[in-house]
């Protein structure tokens, strides 16, 4: 799920949101480094300031989900969406996958706008990302069928360390990355949970899967851990500004 050998072509095709916001990063990202654009004028008209959305520019709680303030930071965080993704892409369908991937970034900024001071200023795709990981989180939960165990282990891990150096870096939006996460478990247990069907049929899910692992412990291949590794300096990097 998590490891990507489709050739480029194939890759755009599977993949068309991941692609074109792929391609958003970058292109915005080109304007702002580009001499023969207003560089600055750009990053002060789609950066998220608080004091500017509180006075009615509302574009900059759907903007800075695309923007970035480096280099380093525009590949982290597009290596981390086309890691983890494709995955929800083909599982929720193109319309549902947009919509939550930027109400994750969307409920991110909005908590950053009641929580940080007017005089905050923040841009990247980390609130999204980190949406992403609720949601998983949620379909581990909720939807074991949906993803290996190998799998549910991988983005567990991944969402715990991501938490933790959340709280270990510097310059990084916390408000962002927390409430990110939670909005994105809350939508996929909304998105993948079936109101009181869910209630009812997650012990049946939960029975079967243990009874199915039952015996059975944990194995760590070489491709496991050198993936794990990569993942890890994903999360490092678009945790750095």
Same mark, same amino acid.
């Given at each position: 799920? @998590?490891?990507?050998?489709?050739?480029?072509?194939?890759?755009?095709?599977?993949?068309?949101?991941?692609?074109?916001?792929?391609?958003?990063?970058?292109?915005?990202?080109?304007?702002?480094?580009?001499?023969?654009?207003?560089?600055?004028?750009?990053?002060?008209?789609?950066?998220?300031?608080?004091?500017?959305?509180?006075?009615?520019?509302?574009?900059?709680?759907?903007?800075?989900?695309?923007?970035?303030?480096?280099?380093?930071?525009?590949?982290?965080?597009?290596?981390?969406?086309?890691? @983890? /993704?494709?995955?929800?892409?083909?599982?929720?369908?193109?319309?549902?996958?947009?919509?939550?991937?930027?109400?994750?970034?969307?409920?991110?900024?909005?908590?950053?706008?009641?929580?940080?001071?007017?005089?905050?200023?923040?841009?990247?795709?980390? /609130?999204?990302?980190?949406?992403?990981?609720?949601?998983?989180?949620?379909?581990?939960?909720?939807?074991?069928?949906?993803?290996?165990?190998?799998?549910?282990?991988?983005?567990?891990?991944?969402?715990?360390?991501?938490?933790?150096?959340? @709280?270990?870096?510097?310059?990084?939006?916390?408000?962002?990355?927390?409430?990110?996460?939670?909005? /994105?478990?809350?939508?996929?247990?909304?998105?993948?949970?079936?109101?009181?069907?869910?209630?009812?049929?997650?012990?049946?899910?939960?029975?079967?899967?243990?009874?199915?692992?039952?015996?059975?412990?944990?194995?760590?291949?070489?491709?496991?851990?050198?993936?794990?590794?990569?993942?890890?300096?994903?999360?490092?990097?678009?945790?750095?500004?």
């Amino acid at each position: 799920m @998590f490891t990507r050998t489709e050739s480029l072509k194939e890759f755009m095709r599977y993949y068309p949101i991941v692609t074109a916001i792929l391609f958003i990063h970058i292109i915005l990202y080109a304007l702002m480094v580009v001499p023969i654009f207003p560089n600055l004028w750009l990053m002060e008209t789609l950066a998220g300031v608080n004091l500017y959305i509180v006075q009615g520019e509302v574009w900059r709680l759907v903007t800075p989900i695309f923007v970035h303030s480096g280099f380093p930071h525009m590949l982290f965080n597009s290596f981390s969406l086309v890691l @983890f /993704g494709p995955g929800l892409e083909r599982m929720l369908g193109k319309k549902r996958f947009i919509i939550l991937y930027l109400a994750t970034g969307i409920l991110a900024n909005i908590a950053t706008l009641f929580i940080q001071p007017l005089t905050y200023t923040h841009v990247g795709s980390s /609130g999204s990302i980190f949406g992403l990981f609720g949601i998983y989180i949620a379909i581990v939960m909720f939807r074991k069928d949906l993803m290996s165990r190998e799998n549910s282990r991988v983005i567990l891990t991944i969402a715990v360390i991501g938490l933790i150096m959340t @709280f270990v870096q510097s310059n990084i939006n916390i408000t962002a990355h927390v409430f990110g996460l939670i909005a /994105g478990f809350l939508l996929g247990v909304l998105t993948f949970g079936k109101g009181q069907e869910m209630i009812t049929t997650f012990q049946s899910i939960s029975t079967r899967n243990r009874r199915y692992n039952r015996g059975s412990s944990p194995s760590f291949s070489p491709r496991f851990l050198l993936f794990g590794g990569i993942v890890l300096l994903a999360i490092l990097g678009f945790l750095s500004r």
